[in-house]
Each structure stands twice: as structure tokens, then as C-alpha cells.
């Protein structure tokens, strides 16, 4: 019967076997006892882990005592942040409140984890340049770490917008008020993501200065709005942070 099994498939049999055996066998001298028993894990790893002393307490711990601290936090914008995050370990702390106290961080390099300037964060998300942003002071001096609402609304873009007005500052618009080519609702400053500022859709804001007839110093890139880029807005072709037009 062997020999009127195919060529091809006689040849395919040797390593289908080869790999069903070594499968087996490495299976059995690498995988840990009891993986599997319970899902895609070891079984005695359960043990292992219950049998760890405790560290953290939880907020539900935090919250038994702390109410006003509580009440606070979750009106505030650090509301989904668990309170651990910033006090560390604390079960220690519920076992022995007098004796030992839950860490308050009071530098300003904790705060900045979080909120140094980063252009990779989300839009919106609260940002400082620490070298600038008041240098030396810490962070909890002017803001309620539970609810961290800034003491005063931001009067420039630059507190957010810290990149964006660092290149502007050495451009050809250095001159100009970000309210000259966005419209800025104004609850923009204390809701950023829900009250986005928008862009230009039209031509016309840069025609003001740019257009042919335009009444604007003399040395100001000029062209004639009706042919040049046709239907493509302004800065779709040109960056108006930089413009590199001369």
C-alpha cells in the first residue's frame, strides 16, 4: 500500500512527523506544570501572587478618609487618576495611619511627567515648557494637585501652544495675533478640546495682506488671488507658521 501513496506526499510525511514529534517534545520539557489548567497561564502562578504581601490600598481605601481630598478629585481634572499614582503604595498607610504616611510629592519633576511639553500628547492636553513655565517654583504652589484648575486662565497661546510660538516668533507672521488667521472660542482656554479654535476656509484672510490690491506694506509677497493655487486654500500649499514665501 506504501508504494502507491504519491512521491510528493511520502516526501511531505517525514517532517509533518518530524515537527508533530518535536512539538511534543518541547512541549513537554519547556512548557511550565499545570499551564493551561486554567487558561493561558501557569495554575500556581495564582498561588504565587495571592500569596505576595499587599501594597496597594486602592481609592476606595483612600476615599473612607479622605473626603473632602475625594469629593474634590472627582470634579477636578485628575479624576481618573488613582490616587497611588501620585502617593504610592499605601496599604501600609491604612494599617497604620499614624505611624505611616503615604508620600506627597511636592517636586516639580513628578508633576512634569505628565505635563512637560511633549508634542506627541494629545491636543489640548495641559502642557509647560518647565524652562520657562515658572522656573523653579513648585508646581503645588499654584495649583491644587486634586484639582488642578489653573489659578488664572491662560492670557497667550504660548501656554499651550509653546512650539507653534516659537516658530512664529522668528517667521514673517511674527507680527501677527493668532486671532488674525483662527477664530478662538472663547471658552477655548478653559475647555480646549471641547471649544477648538478653527482654521481659515477661506482665501480671503490671507488675501488681506497678500492679495494684489491688498493695501499692506510695501515688501509683503503679493499675487493675483483669482489665479494663483486656483481652489486651494492658502495653507494647504504654505505653512503659515513659517512661510517661506519672499
Known amino acids: 500500500m506504501w508504494y502507491k501513496i504519491p512521491q510528493q506526499i511520502r516526501h ?13 517534545v518541547v512541549r513537554q520539557l519547556l512548557v511550565p506544570a499545570g499551564f493551561g489548567l486554567y487558561g493561558h497561564y501557569r495554575a500556581p502562578s495564582v498561588v504565587e501572587n495571592a500569596s505576595k504581601p499587599i501594597k496597594y490600598a486602592g481609592s476606595v481605601a483612600c476615599a473612607e478618609c479622605h473626603d473632602a481630598e ?3 478629585k472627582r ?36 508633576c512634569l511627567l505628565c505635563h512637560e511639553y511633549l508634542s ?49 516668533a522668528v517667521s514673517r507672521h511674527g507680527g501677527l495675533e493668532c486671532t488674525q488667521c483662527h477664530e478662538v472660542p472663547k471658552d477655548h482656554k478653559i475647555n480646549p478640546r471641547g471649544n477648538r479654535p ?8 490671507c488675501g488681506k ?24 486654500l492658502c495653507w494647504e500649499c504654505h505653512y503659515p507658521h513659517q512661510p517661506e514665501a519672499r
Do not use: W
Request: hydrophobic letters at 25%; aromatic letters at 4%; one cysteine or more.
Open 209 to 232: 495682506c497678500h492679495a494684489e490690491d491688498a493695501k499692506s506694506a510695501q515688501g509683503i509677497p503679493k499675487v493675483n488671488m483669482a489665479t494663483h493655487g486656483e481652489k486651494y
Open 12 to 24: 511531505l510525511v517525514v517532517p509533518v512527523v518530524v515537527i508533530i514529534v518535536g512539538y511534543l
Open 198 to 205: 478653527q482654521k481659515m476656509q477661506s482665501r480671503d484672510a
Open 120 to 168: 506627541a500628547r494629545p491636543t489640548g492636553f495641559p502642557q509647560v515648557v518647565s524652562e520657562s513655565h515658572n522656573p523653579l517654583r513648585p508646581c503645588v504652589s499654584c495649583h491644587n494637585p486634586h484639582n488642578p484648575r489653573p489659578p488664572h486662565a491662560p492670557k497667550g497661546c504660548d501656554a499651550c501652544h509653546a512650539k507653534v510660538q516659537r516658530i512664529i
Open 75 to 110: 470634579s477636578g481634572y485628575h479624576r481618573g487618576v488613582a490616587c497611588e499614582t501620585c502617593h504610592g503604595p499605601t496599604q501600609a498607610h491604612t494599617e497604620d495611619p499614624e505611624k505611616i504616611k503615604p508620600q506627597i510629592p511636592r517636586t516639580r519633576s513628578h
Open 70 to 72: 475625594t469629593t474634590d
